[in-house]
């Protein structure tokens, strides 16, 4: 098959995150089983490549851009939905989210059967004439699939069908590394993920060296106001995002993940970071609790700041309690839901019908 996998979400480089980790992971996936895969996306105009893209379409009066860099055909749009036509030939699409119902209609249109997989709650916030949609505005013959049990949960609640679960894709060996565990990680510092927290036990725990990760871009004011904030907190180093992640996580004693997002639906670097055995300290947002499991220690979101850095302290000085929530952790990674072969068999037999029947 010639698989597209869309999304409104602006792609690698440009933004490096859960989904777009996912799609890189699947496209490698699909690739090695025989088959075609490219990647639809939003070209976003926030930094010097999507700004460069832009100038060279216009001047070249294009509405697509397309590349190849990742080792994959990329398209990128202001609008990808309104450009599906200007990329024929593909059998089939996995609409991922971002704007999902202008890509979904916009490919029915194209004759190209979506498929949805669901890795936040977009849906909920579906509307037509003012009124949240329901079953019977969905297409009838369409297939879903969500990353967690959280997601299929709120989607069957609302819609009255049951997607497929398959948690985020990922080869353990990308992520599997030999461990000096050192220090405390936190990737993503934006408020969203907990921010705060994390900050706030640093400062109660000063003996303990902390590592922060970049993830979503910052905005200018945000990267200020958090470079300050480090300012005050020797035992903080902030990293740049990084490609191969066994970089973090080969030095990562414990995972910090106390995300305050509402919309938190599974928590990847969980589960990349189960692979080396390293426990995470997770909040019990969404579906993170399914990506921690037995495998780390989760606190109530509303926990105060004493409980985070007892937990933290607790993982970090009790060598008993440390080697039993690390062997939990391995144990927990390799459990059948994150068998690569059976979650892309699931996908791709989702895809092979949706296209057989179309």
Same mark, same amino acid.
């Given at each position: ?82 450009? *599906?036509?200007?990329?024929?030939? !593909? ?74 679960? *398959? ?30 927290? *994390? ?74 970071? !189960? ?84």
């Amino acid at each position: 098959m010639n698989i597209l996998i869309a999304s409104a979400i602006p792609y690698l480089p440009q933004i490096y995150g859960g989904v777009n980790t996912n799609t890189r992971e699947l496209i490698a996936e699909f690739t090695a089983r025989g088959h075609r895969a490219s990647v639809l996306t939003r070209l976003g105009y926030c930094d010097a490549f999507g700004i460069r893209a832009a100038i060279a379409m216009k001047l070249r009066r294009r509405r697509v851009r397309c590349d190849a860099d990742l080792g994959h055909p990329v398209f990128r749009a202001r609008d990808p939905w309104k450009i *599906v036509d200007d990329i024929p030939g !593909h059998d089939v699409a996995l609409v991922q989210d971002g704007s999902f119902r202008e890509l979904a209609s916009a490919l029915e249109q194209a004759n190209i059967p979506p498929v949805g997989y669901f890795h936040g709650l977009e849906f909920e916030d579906w509307r037509r004439d003012g009124r949240p949609l329901t079953r019977q505005d969905l297409p009838p013959r369409m297939r879903f699939f969500a990353n967690s049990g959280f997601t299929a949960g709120r989607f069957e609640r609302q819609y009255g069908l049951k997607p497929t679960i *398959v948690p985020p894709v990922f080869r353990r060996e990308l992520y599997e590394t030999r461990w000096e565990p050192k220090t405390a990680t936190f990737i993503n510092p934006v408020p969203e993920k907990g921010l705060d927290i *994390v900050l706030e036990m640093a400062r109660r725990c000063p003996d303990i060296p902390f590592v922060f990760v970049k993830g979503w871009p910052l905005k200018p004011r945000q990267s200020l106001q958090l470079r300050k904030a480090l300012r005050r907190l020797p035992n903080v180093e902030l990293r740049s995002t990084v490609t191969d992640m066994r970089v973090i996580y080969r030095q990562c004693r414990v995972l910090l993940v106390p995300s305050m997002w509402e919309r938190e639906t599974w928590g990847r670097v969980a589960s990349e970071a !189960h692979c080396s055995g390293i426990p995470v300290l997770g909040s019990d947002r969404g579906g993170l609790p399914e990506a921690i499991g037995p495998g780390g220690v989760i606190l109530p979101v509303t926990a105060p700041a004493e409980e985070w850095a007892a937990a933290l302290r607790r993982l970090w000085d009790d060598k008993s309690w440390f080697m039993e929530k690390s062997a939990a952790a391995l144990a927990y990674s390799r459990r059948d839901q994150l068998d690569v072969r059976h979650q892309v068999d699931l996908l791709l037999a989702g895809l092979e019908e949706a296209a057989a029947t179309h």
